[in-house]
C-alpha cells in the first residue's frame, strides 16, 4: 500500500509540474498567512515573515485515510490546497485525494483555474470530460470518456466539465494533482439549483426549456 502511495503522488507531482499555470515564485517560498490574519487582500495570499516559517508550513498529515462517503453523492474529496498547507503558495500545484463508495459519482463539475491529472488507485472508474461550445452553433460539445482501472491515469483540461464515477462494486479512490495551489470548483448543478439567492425561474425556465415546476424540484434538492 505504502508503494502504491508513493508511486501515485511521485506521478502526480510529474504531472502537476508540467502542467503548472500559476505564475512563478519570485522567492525560494511565501508561506501563505491565513485570511483572517492578513491585513491586505491580495491576488492569492501574502507571504509569512520567513523567519517565522517552519518545517510544519509545508506538512500536511492523513491521505492515507479514507475520506467519509456516506452522503448523497457516495464520494468524498479531501483538498490538499494553499487553504490546507500554506507552503503551497506561489508554487503553481495542489493535491486532492476522491474516495468514492460503490456506484459514487463526484458529479459534474469544473476548476476555473487548474488542470487536473488523475491516478486511479484502487477501483474501477469511469470518467469523462465535455469541451467549451464549438464555433459553429450547428456542433455540440464533444464528450470524452474513458474506464480507468488501477494504475492509469486521466487529464482533465484547465476549466472543462468533467465527472468521475464509480462502476465497480467495491469502494475507490484517486490521487490527483492540480495545477494551481487553489485552483477553485464549481458543482453544476449546486451553482445552477443551489445559488443564494436563486436564480430567477424565467431564467431557468428559458435555459433548459422545461415547465417551471421542473425548476422548482431541482432548486429543493439543493435548498
Request: with cysteine; proline share 8%; charged share 15%.
Amino acid at each position: 500500500m505504502a508503494v502504491r502511495l508513493l508511486f501515485s503522488v511521485l506521478i502526480i507531482s510529474l504531472f502537476s509540474f508540467t502542467y503548472a499555470s500559476d505564475p512563478s515564485p519570485l522567492q525560494d517560498f511565501c508561506v501563505a498567512v491565513k485570511d483572517d490574519e492578513a491585513k491586505v487582500f491580495v491576488n492569492g495570499k501574502i507571504c509569512k515573515d520567513p523567519n517565522m516559517v517552519k518545517a510544519d508550513d509545508f506538512f500536511f498529515p492523513g491521505l492515507n485515510m479514507p475520506g467519509n462517503t456516506s452522503n448523497a453523492q457516495g464520494s468524498k474529496v479531501t483538498p490538499v490546497n494553499v487553504n490546507q498547507l500554506p507552503g503551497l503558495n506561489t508554487l503553481g500545484i495542489s493535491l486532492v485525494r476522491i474516495d468514492y463508495a460503490p456506484y459514487g459519482l463526484n458529479p459534474p463539475h469544473t476548476h476555473p483555474r487548474a488542470t487536473e491529472v488523475l491516478v486511479v488507485v484502487e477501483g474501477t472508474l469511469f470518467v469523462g470530460f465535455v469541451t467549451s461550445n464549438p464555433a459553429d452553433p450547428n456542433v455540440k460539445n464533444k464528450l470524452f470518456t474513458k474506464t480507468l482501472y488501477p494504475g492509469d491515469v486521466f487529464v482533465f483540461p484547465e476549466g472543462l466539465i468533467h465527472f468521475q464515477f464509480n462502476v465497480g462494486k467495491t469502494d475507490a479512490f484517486v490521487f490527483a494533482g492540480l495545477s494551481s495551489q487553489n485552483p477553485g470548483v464549481i458543482t453544476i448543478a449546486n451553482a445552477v439549483f443551489g445559488s443564494d439567492p436563486p436564480i430567477t425561474l424565467d431564467v431557468l425556465t428559458k435555459a433548459f426549456q422545461v415547465d417551471a415546476n421542473v425548476i422548482k424540484y431541482l432548486q429543493a434538492q439543493f435548498n
